[in-house]
Structure formats: structure tokens, C-alpha cells
């Protein structure tokens, strides 16, 4: 059986834990060679690599910072080894904006270091990143940033995050200007509350889960696999006519108060 990813080449970064190795995990097994990135847990991506392969897949690991000033740089000097020593080239197909960080606080716990943080990773990052990539991209590429349901309906624990967040959609249109000259696609998908890492002090604790989905049309916390089947159409060639968009990945989440 052939599969809808078949030669093609992703980057995800953010690729070792929660939605991004999902991601990672769910391209893999479309066919694409997966380059799985991480921040500072190696030994995540590690086993995010090791699960793809065991299960028929192709990925390798590549390490930055990309809250580090030259961290955008250093993820592609990677990025561009690790694909000449495999394919002979730079080139490559998919890009997930995955990466982001979400600090709790709200707007009187706010810091400047705090704000600063969030948007170098969540912003700075995510624009620099897909700038690097535009120039390696194959036409008929994909880019899907990772965007968040608080960027519509914001969450005053995470006003700095939900503001921000509402940059990427933003950012998600201009791009797929800039880029659908060479058939390249940019959309975003925005999750609700997903069962992750990042997510666990608010899923995990019962009174907020349960007032979580009191609020969606679909009443179960969300998995890291339900973003991923939807970047995983939006990367195919199914999505080719879809572009500019930002799908709410969310079971719903605001249609109900």
C-alpha cells in the first residue's frame, strides 16, 4: 500500500513529547522521513525516534534552543547536515511549527522575563523558523504552525500565551501570501484541551477537567493524536486547495457557556 507521505521529508519541531511527537509519529507512518526536534530533552527525541522505528517508520533527532539567540540557526546548521548525509540534499517538504511553551500567570504575575520567553519561542522562533525553512522547502510544500483555541476565546491564567498564540493565526495568513506563489500551503490547527505534558495541571486535576468539557460540544479531553490526524491532512495532498486557514481542533470548545 502506498502511503500518502511516501518520499516526502518533515520537520517537527518540538517533536519529542506530547502533540509534537504525535505529530512526528503520525508523519512517519504516512511515509515521510521525520526529522524530530527538541529543545533541551534529547533523550525524549530519542525515544520518539526509537517508537517511529520500531513501528516501520524513519526519523532522527536533531537538538536547538530556540529560545537561544542563535537557536534557529543552530536547529537548521543540524537539520541541513543530517539531510545531506541521508538524502544528499537540504531540501525537504513539511514543516510543523510545533515548539511553544505555555508559563501560567496571569496579568499582575506577569514578568518581562516571562513575556520575553514566550516570544521567543512561541513567536520569534515560529517566524524565523519558517523562514529558514521557506528556502528549503520543495514547491508544493506544507507548512502547519501550531496555534491554540485561546488565541479566540483567551484564558486570563495564560493572557500573555493566548495574546501571543493570536500572532501565529495572523502570521498563519500572511504566509500562505507570501508562499502560495510556489504552491506551498500554510495553515494552522489550534488545539483545546489536550492530554499532554504541558496541559496536565489543568486535565489532570478533575474539577477543571470536568468544567473544560462543560464548555466544549464534545464532552472528553482531547489526545495528542487528535491534532495529529488533522496535521496529518493538512500536510497531505488531500489539503492542496486549503490554505490561509486556521482549523480549531477543539471538540468544540466555546460553543457551550
Do not use: C
Amino acid at each position: 500500500m502506498v502511503r500518502p507521505l511516501e518520499g516526502k521529508i518533515a520537520l517537527v519541531t518540538g517533536g519529542s513529547r506530547g502533540i509534537g511527537r504525535a505529530v512526528a509519529e503520525r508523519l512517519a507512518a504516512d511515509g515521510a522521513l521525520v526529522a524530530v526536534h527538541y529543545g533541551k530533552n534529547r533523550q525524549a527525541a530519542v525515544e520518539t525516534v526509537s517508537s517511529i522505528t520500531a513501528q516501520g517508520g524513519t526519523a532522527f533527532a536533531v537538538g536547538a534552543d530556540l529560545a537561544a539567540k542563535d537557536g534557529v540557526k543552530t536547529l537548521f546548521a543540524a537539520l541541513d547536515d543530517e539531510l545531506k548525509a541521508r538524502t544528499g540534499a537540504s531540501q525537504f517538504d513539511i514543516l510543523v511549527n510545533n515548539a511553544g511553551i505555555a508559563p501560567f500567570a496571569n496579568f499582575a504575575d506577569t514578568t518581562e522575563a516571562i513575556l520575553d520567553e514566550i516570544y521567543a519561542v512561541n513567536v520569534k522562533s515560529v517566524f524565523f523558523v519558517a523562514q529558514e525553512a521557506s528556502k528549503r522547502l520543495r514547491d508544493g510544500g506544507r507548512v502547519v504552525n501550531v496555534s491554540s483555541v485561546v488565541a479566540r476565546t483567551p484564558s486570563p491564567d495564560l493572557i500573555a500565551y493566548s495574546a501571543l498564540k493570536a500572532v501565529i493565526n495572523n502570521l498563519t495568513q500572511s504566509l500562505a501570501v507570501v508562499l502560495g506563489a510556489r504552491s506551498i500551503t500554510v495553515n494552522a490547527v489550534a488545539p483545546g484541551a489536550i492530554d499532554t505534558d504541558m496541559a496536565a495541571a489543568l486535565v489532570k486535576d478533575p474539577a477543571i477537567a470536568e468544567h473544560l468539557k462543560s464548555q466544549q460540544a464534545l464532552k472528553r479531553i482531547g489526545q495528542p493524536e487528535d491534532i495529529a490526524d488533522a496535521v496529518g491532512f493538512l500536510a497531505s495532498l488531500d489539503a492542496r486547495w486549503v490554505t490561509g486557514q486556521t482549523v480549531y481542533v477543539s471538540g468544540g470548545a466555546a460553543l457551550t457557556i
